[in-house]
C-alpha cells in the first residue's frame, strides 16, 4: 500500500518547536520500520482574517511568510512542498468560483515568492474540493488534490454530512471510483482518497481526545485501512494536524503503522511522485 501522508499545516509561528519534534519523531518511525518516510507539507497562507469555525485560526496561515526557512530546508531533504486553502471570505465560508481563484492563486503566487518553484499538491481546507476547485487546480497547474474523503461507510456518511453539508455533493459519487480501483483523474488531477475517518482519527483535529479513546479509534482506524486494502485501493492519504499533535499520540502513529505494515507492507510517498508513477502507468495500479 503506497501512503501519502499529508500535513494539514495551518500555523507555524510560536509552533517550531513543535514542527522540530514531529520531523524528528517521524525520522525515529523510519528508523524503526526501516522506511523512508516523506511528508507532503500542505502550506496555509491565509489572508481571509478569521478561520470561521475555530479561535486558534487567529495566527493560522503564515507557513509561506514565517515557516519559508524550516520548509525550505525540508524540501531539501525530500519532503513535497504544497498548498492547504480553507475557503473563506471576510469571516465566511465561500466556495465560489472567483473566491477559490483568488485563495489558490494568492497562495500560489506567495509560495513561488518564498520557495522558488511551483507548487504541485493540494489539500482543500476540511478536505473541501468541488468542481471548481479541480478547474482552478488546473488552471493553475496543479497535479494532485488531496480531498477527497470517499463515502464508503454508513458512518462516514453521517459525519460527514453533520459535519459539514457541502461535503455530500463532492464526494458522493467518488466511491465508486476508487472502488473500481480506477484512480479518480479529473481534468488532468489526480485525485488521491483520504483513508482515515476524521472522526475516527488519531491525527484528529481534536488534541482534547483521552488516550484510552484513542487506542480504541486506532482499532477502528485500522478496519478502515484493512477495508481499503481488501477493496485492492493501492494508494490513500493519512492526513494529520501537527497542532494536534502530542507526544502521546506520536508514539500511537508508530504503533499504527507497524500494524499497517503488517497487513500490507507500505510504502511511503509524496503526492507529486505518486502523480508521475501513475502517469507512468495510468491503467494499472500504481
Ligand atoms: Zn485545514
Redesign the pocket.
Known amino acids: 500500500m503506497k501512503i501519502c501522508l499529508v500535513s494539514?499545516t495551518?500555523n507555524f509561528k510560536g509552533n517550531e518547536e513543535k514542527y522540530r519534534w514531529i520531523v524528528e519523531g517521524f525520522k525515529e518511525i523510519e528508523e524503526e520500520l526501516s522506511l523512508n518516510i516523506p511528508i507532503t507539507w500542505a502550506l496555509?497562507e491565509d489572508d481571509t482574517g478569521l478561520h470561521p469555525l475555530e479561535i486558534r485560526a487567529r495566527n493560522r496561515g503564515d507557513l509561506i511568510t514565517h515557516g519559508s526557512d524550516f520548509f525550505k530546508r525540508l524540501h531539501l531533504e525530500g519532503h513535497e512542498l504544497g498548498i492547504?486553502v480553507?475557503f473563506v471570505k471576510e469571516g465566511k465560508l465561500d466556495f465560489s468560483y472567483l473566491n477559490q481563484k483568488r485563495l489558490i492563486k494568492n497562495a500560489k503566487v506567495k509560495f513561488i515568492k518564498a520557495f522558488g518553484f511551483a507548487p504541485k499538491s493540494f489539500v482543500g481546507?476540511?478536505w473541501h474540493s468541488d468542481e471548481f476547485t479541480t478547474k482552478i487546480l488546473r488552471e493553475e497547474g496543479f497535479l494532485v488534490d488531496a480531498s477527497p474523503l470517499p463515502l464508503y461507510s454508513e458512518k462516514r456518511r453521517r459525519w460527514i454530512l453533520g459535519k459539514i453539508p457541502t461535503f455530500s455533493r463532492i464526494v458522493a459519487s467518488d466511491w465508486r471510483h476508487f472502488k473500481s480501483r480506477i484512480p479518480l483523474l479529473k481534468e488532468g488531477i489526480l485525485k488521491v482518497p483520504n483513508a482515515i475517518d476524521p472522526r475516527v482519527d488519531f491525527f484528529s483535529v481534536s488534541k482534547t481526545i483521552s488516550l484510552d479513546l484513542l487506542d480504541t479509534q486506532m482499532m477502528e482506524s485500522l478496519e478502515v485501512f484493512r477495508h481499503f486494502q481488501e477493496e485492492g485501493i493501492t494508494f490513500l492519504c493519512i492526513p494529520f494536524?501537527p497542532h494536534s499533535l502530542t507526544r502521546e499520540k506520536f508514539s500511537k502513529i508508530k504503533t499504527f503503522f507497524i500494524r499497517c505494515n503488517k497487513i500490507d507492507k507500505l510504502e511511503f510517498i509524496r503526492l507529486q511522485d505518486l502523480y508521475e508513477r501513475w502517469r507512468g502507468a495510468p491503467n494499472q495500479d500504481v
Do not use: L, P, T
Open positions: 494539514h495551518e496555509e492547504h480553507h481546507g476540511w494536524h
